[in-house]
């Protein structure tokens, strides 16, 4: 019987045959929607072998894209890609200069 590492030690990430962080949940729940999608095709009574096709080549394709992601962007590659997209390209500021050379002055409380 195999034995699967799944962490290996305190504060590291999980890692699951090379899968780190978020693609390994990514993985997981592609698959486990893979398979509700196969048993709804095959309850609405689709032909057994288009269910079997669609569901080996749909989990192999996700395989694929998930250790492809894995291997591209690295263990926080998705969260700074996403930043990156909610960056703004540009910084519009519509104030006079005037108002930035100014200094502020401050009132006394009473």
């Not at 962490?7 to 990514?26: D, H, P, S």
């Not at 926080?76 to 996403?82: P, S």
């Amino acid at each position: 019987m195999n034995t699967y590492h799944i962490n290996k030690g305190i504060g590291r990430t999980v890692e699951f045959k090379g899968l780190k962080a978020q693609y390994l949940f990514i993985f997981a729940g592609g698959l486990l929607g893979i398979l509700v999608f196969v048993m709804v095709l095959y309850m609405a009574s689709v032909n057994t072998y288009l269910c079997l096709i669609l569901g080996g080549s749909s989990s192999g394709l996700l395989i694929w894209q998930t250790f492809s992601l894995n291997r591209k962007y690295g263990e926080h590659g998705l969260m700074k890609l996403g930043a990156q997209k909610k960056h703004p390209k540009y910084i519009i500021s519509r104030k006079s200069i005037y108002r930035y050379l100014k200094t502020k002055r401050q009132k006394a409380s009473l």
